[in-house]
């Protein structure tokens, strides 16, 4: 039947309230529990007074289990008596009012168990008359028997409306007799076995049609690591809400909501009262804290002003993890001491303890809140320490630690024994492999300077001998862990130049070592216009795996590329691959990535001074940048630059990267000659890390043909990846002469 509720009308009564009866967790016996009449009185404006009173007599509650409704046992019934007593006044001796009776469901846990659909709950009401009622609207009369009401849930059902009553002299009273009955069919019930009915009757002079009963919608909250605030979302019924009721239970059951209770599973429970729709727990009933991300069952209902019972729900709600405090290292090394400056972040608790610890010594225990520097002394020089650091807040919480291995600085004797990588790879400057880019290379004589004229040496032609091991001490050198040199570079440091070499990984980047599911896998360029007779320079086979830039086609920025994540990611992605003592040559660096012309007729130099040089985009600049909307802005800082680890080559890395004497020339489709001089070329599509500043949505890219260009990339489009880096300028040479078969090793 239709159980919307109606809107409200005027209402002159009071409903006395039915006692909600606690009774045990089993249901290893049935048992009737019996409530508590009422009565209400109604007054005649005309002067003279008649009374009308109700009786609302018991609480209906069956409880079906296995020792007392199997195959062959009776019927359970319960049943209850309610009356309407009309006394007529004094003066005319006579009286006629008019009353409303309802079914009240509290909980029916009860249903059909059989395909046909057999009436199992059966509602018989017999009226003053004793007459059985065989019309109620909205139900199915069964014959001889009452009404069905199986699988009739939490609500307010009227049996008889606007019901006269008319008294002369004496007293009348109308007595009403109402009977539900759980039928035995005889069949496999087992589907109502541990289920319950509880029910009431509501007789009242209410001159509206229906009598709603609260209904809870929802329960939201908000947590915690210690504690879980409820509110409720809750639909009133006919009358206000008067009392909220809640409990709490820890579980191992996965979050969710559970809109349906057992009847006899939530009479176990002991429940808080509040006068408000919300609740906060922190402690569970036996007065324990709330535990830290766990799963918690949250049981909540209600009660309006007359005592009738909304629907009880249930919901499972977890409490937040601890967030630990975390901790951020600096560290300024000397000849025989090391300076560790740490900043702590507070999180659930306030920071109040910082731990340093030198190799496997004792922690130094220092207090602090914010920043707290410690240094270690009496050192050697021109050796290796490992130094841990951690934090601890009030909560006795720690942080994770951090770990560095940091090498003290050597004496001038030993520098001259311990040549650094750039010094070593910077004095094999020949001018025609690796070339020092100083300003001065005029490649036709026409007076136009063809080199980047940065101070760089950058190696260029068809396969110089510029190749590393890093991330293994194995020999030989494992292929995966192969990497080139494209150059070494200077940096501005304080006003001192240092030099850094960057390194190119060798092959293209898997799925397995980026961390990043592949968008598709692409085979070598096998066309007319790839390299005749150059073999790929791969290892495992003519393919690599190809990788989205970021699953939109309106963002272009490298900030916003998903490879940039998973390739600076330490715990999942890139970086994991390499020991910690590997990840501590890799300098942070700042990556210049406005953008440039993504166009193949360019000459090398002119591309660098668009994308580096002195014809790069500025702060300011307008149209030109673009916001995560693809929405072109003027440029700000974060979006020229970005502080990394790991990058990818720049697109002018490529076009310096072929042999000198064709910088001049534009790196087209044609320009075969400049694709079979140059290193870098490996016969597939290739990311760089730079955007094209002309469109909002495409990058700069190496065609697997071998030229390079400009490419949208949206979800649909994808290339290959190769992981580029700065080594910090200390970085120290061990052995090697760079070829494939003896690379360059570090002293790590």
Excluded at 53 to 81: C, P, R, V
Excluded at 321 to 341: A, F, W
Excluded at 584 to 609: E, F, H, R
Aim: charged share 25%; net charge negative; aromatic share 12%.
């Amino acid at each position: 039947m239709d159980k919307s509720r109606k809107e409200k009308g005027l209402i002159m009564f009071t409903l006395f309230t039915l006692l909600f009866v606690v009774g045990g967790a089993t249901y290893a016996f049935f048992q009737a529990q019996k409530g508590t009449g009422g009565s209400a009185n109604i007054e005649i404006s005309s002067g003279t007074t008649d009374s009308l009173t109700f009786n609302n007599g018991d609480a209906i509650l069956i409880n079906a289990n296995q020792d007392n409704f199997k195959s062959g046992d009776e019927n359970i019934t319960d049943d209850t008596t309610v009356t309407a007593t009309l006394t007529p006044n004094n003066n005319t001796k006579e009286a006629t009012e008019y009353y409303n009776i309802y079914l009240v469901i509290e909980a029916n846990e009860l249903e059909y168990t059989t395909s046909e659909l057999k009436p199992e709950l059966i509602l018989k009401v017999t009226d003053p008359n004793q007459t059985m009622l065989t019309e109620m609207s909205g139900f199915t009369y069964v014959k001889d028997q009452g009404f069905d009401i199986t699988n009739v849930k939490h609500g307010a059902y009227p049996i008889k409306l606007k019901q006269k009553i008319t008294a002369e002299n004496v007293a009348k009273i109308d007595e009403w007799q109402i009977e539900v009955t759980l039928v035995n069919l005889g069949s496999n019930q087992n589907g109502n076995a541990g289920k319950s009915f509880k029910g009431s009757i509501l007789i009242t002079p209410q001159d509206v049609e229906t009598y709603d009963l609260a209904e809870i919608k929802k329960i939201t909250s908000t947590t915690t690591y210690k504690s879980i605030s409820t509110s409720l979302e809750i639909e009133e019924g006919t009358n206000d809400i008067d009392t909220y009721y809640f409990a709490i239970e820890e579980t191992d059951e996965a979050p969710q909501v559970i809109n349906t209770l057992s009847l006899s599973e939530a009479m176990s429970y002991s429940f808080h009262e509040s006068k408000e729709a919300s609740y906060e727990f922190t402690t569970t009933d036996d007065g324990k804290p709330l535990k830290e991300n766990q799963n918690y069952k949250i049981y909540s209902y209600a009660k309006d002003t007359e005592g009738y019972q909304s629907n009880i729900y249930e919901t499972i709600i977890t409490t937040d993890k601890y967030k630990i405090p975390e901790v951020n290292v600096s560290i300024e090394k000397d000849y025989e001491k090391i300076k560790v400056v740490a900043t702590g972040t507070s999180h659930d608790g306030n920071i109040n303890k910082y731990y340093f610890q030198l190799d496997s010594n004792e922690p130094i225990e220092v207090d602090g809140t914010d920043k707290v520097e410690y240094t270690f002394d009496g050192l050697k020089s021109n050796s290796n320490y490992t130094i841990n650091v951690k934090v601890k807040d009030e909560n006795e919480r720690y942080s994770n630690p951090y770990t560095e291995i940091v090498k003290t600085k050597p004496y001038f004797h030993e520098e001259e024994n311990n040549q650094t990588l750039a010094q070593v790879v910077s004095k094999k400057q020949d001018g025609v492999n690796l070339i020092f880019h100083d300003g001065k290379i005029d490649v036709n004589n026409d007076g136009v300077i063809d080199d980047a004229g940065d101070l760089a040496y950058r190696y260029s032609g068809n396969n110089p001998d510029n190749f590393v091991c890093f991330g293994s001490d194995a020999s030989p050198c494992p292929y995966t862990n192969l990497y080139r040199i494209l150059g070494v570079y200077p940096f501005d440091v304080n006003g001192n130049i240092e030099y850094r070499v960057k390194l190119i990984k060798s092959e293209y980047i898997t799925e397995d070592e980026l961390g990043l599911v592949k968008f598709k896998v692409h085979a070598i360029c096998i066309d007319a216009y790839c390299l005749a007779g150059i073999a790929p320079r791969i290892h495992k086979a003519d393919e690599a795996d190809y990788f989205q830039w970021i699953g939109t086609n309106k963002n272009n920025n490298w900030n916003n590329s998903q490879i940039k994540l998973k390739l600076n990611d330490k715990n999942t992605g890139y970086l994991r691959n390499l020991e910690l003592k590997w990840q501590n040559l890799i300098d942070n660096t700042t990556w210049i990535i406005g953008g440039a012309i993504g166009s193949s007729v360019q000459k090398s130099k002119d591309l660098y001074d668009i994308e580096l040089g002195k014809n790069k985009i500025k702060m300011g600049d307008e149209n030109k940048c673009v916001d995560n909307d693809g929405n072109y802005i003027t440029c700000t800082q974060d979006l020229l630059t970005t502080n990394a680890e790991i990058g990818l080559m720049y697109a002018s890395d490529y076009y310096f990267a072929i042999k000198s004497e064709l910088w001049a020339s534009p790196l087209d489709l044609a320009n075969i000659e400049a694709k079979k001089s140059n290193w870098l070329y490996n016969g597939f599509y290739e990311f760089t890390i730079t955007r094209d500043y002309t469109a909002n949505n495409k990058v700069i890219h190496i065609d697997n043909r071998g030229y390079v260009g400009s490419w949208p990339q949206e979800s649909v489009n994808s290339q290959s990846v190769r992981p580029t880096f700065y080594l910090k300028a200390s970085t120290l040479y061990k052995e090697g002469i760079g070829t494939e078969e003896s690379p360059y090793r570090l002293n790590v």
